[in-house]
C-alpha cells in the first residue's frame, strides 16, 4: 500500500540559511500534519492542513511557515535556521472527513542537520 | 489539555504478555485514548484507540478502566520488533471539529519497552 513520502530524507543546512521540506500525503489523503522530533526527544506537532486551510497549529516558530497545495501535497518553509532546529521532521496523513477518524499515517521522516 | 503519565521504561522478554500502563486522571467525558509506537528510526505507528469500552485489533488490546482515570495497553505475544516507545494520547474529536478536526497529537513521554530474546 501506498506510503507517505517525504523529501528529501537527509538534508544539511548551515545556520541562517532556509530549507524547504515537502510531503505528499497518501493518495486520497486531505489532511496533512507536521511534527518536529529533536535528538532524543518526543515528537512535536507543528501544524496541520485540510482542505488546504490550515486547521491547528502548534509549537511551530514564526521563521516555518507551511502551505498544502492543490494536489494535497504540503511543504515546509524553514528560514534563518538555527543549530536548535536540527530535528527529525515527519510528515502526517489522514482522510480528514470525519474527526472521528484518527489514524494518522506518518512517513519516514526528513533529517535536517543544521551546522 | 488532560494529560498522560506513563512509565519511563519496561522491560520483557518475548512471547509473553506485556501490559503497558496509562494514567489520564483529568481526562474528559469525550476523550479517546489513543496508542501509538514509535520504532527505531522510524515514524510513530497508529496502535489502538477506544472510549469506554475495552478494544481488540490485530496488533494489541485495550483495556480501559470503568471510571476512565487509567487504560492499560495489552500485547498478547511480544516479539523483538514489538521493542519500540510507546505513546498514550488523549485526544477530543470534538476539538476543531468545523476544521475537519486536523488537531495534531500531542505526545509525552511514552513508554520505552524493552523486549528480551
Known amino acids: 500500500a501506498a506510503g507517505v513520502i517525504q523529501s528529501p530524507r537527509h538534508l544539511i543546512k548551515e545556520k541562517r540559511e532556509t530549507a524547504t521540506l515537502k510531503c505528499y500525503p497518501i493518495?486520497?489523503?486531505?489532511?496533512v500534519y507536521w511534527y518536529q522530533q529533536g535528538p532524543g526527544q518526543d515528537p512535536q506537532f507543528l501544524i496541520s492542513f485540510y482542505e488546504k486551510m490550515q486547521s491547528d497549529k502548534g509549537s511551530i516558530p514564526d521563521r516555518f511557515s507551511a502551505q498544502q497545495f492543490s494536489d494535497y501535497h504540503s511543504e515546509l518553509n524553514m528560514s534563518s535556521l538555527e543549530l536548535g532546529d536540527s530535528a527529525l521532521y515527519f510528515c502526517?496523513?489522514?482522510?480528514?472527513?470525519?474527526?472521528?477518524?484518527?489514524?494518522?499515517?506518518f512517513g519516514p521522516g526528513t533529517r535536517l542537520t543544521v551546522t | 489539555d488532560a494529560k498522560t503519565t506513563q512509565p519511563n521504561s519496561m522491560e520483557s522478554n518475548e512471547e509473553e504478555p506485556v501490559h503497558l500502563p496509562c494514567n489520564h486522571s483529568?481526562?474528559?467525558?469525550?476523550?479517546?485514548i489513543h496508542w501509538y509506537r514509535q520504532l527505531p528510526s522510524q515514524g510513530p505507528e497508529y496502535v489502538i484507540h477506544?472510549?469506554?469500552s475495552n478494544v481488540n485489533n490485530r496488533m494489541a488490546s485495550l483495556a480501559i478502566a470503568e471510571d476512565r482515570k487509567s487504560s492499560t495497553l495489552i500485547l498478547h505475544r511480544a516479539t523483538l520488533r514489538d521493542a519500540a516507545v510507546y505513546y498514550c494520547?488523549?485526544?477530543?474529536?470534538?476539538?476543531?471539529?468545523?476544521?475537519?478536526?486536523?488537531?495534531?497529537?500531542?505526545f509525552g513521554k511514552g513508554t520505552h519497552l524493552i523486549i528480551q530474546p
Open positions: 493518495p486520497r489523503h486531505d489532511t
Open positions: 494520547i488523549l485526544r477530543d474529536p470534538l476539538r476543531l471539529s468545523s476544521g475537519g478536526g486536523a488537531d495534531g497529537l500531542t
Open positions: 483529568t481526562i474528559s467525558g469525550t476523550d479517546y
Open positions: 477506544g472510549l469506554t
Open positions: 502526517a496523513s489522514r482522510l480528514g472527513t470525519d474527526p472521528r477518524d484518527y489514524e494518522q499515517y
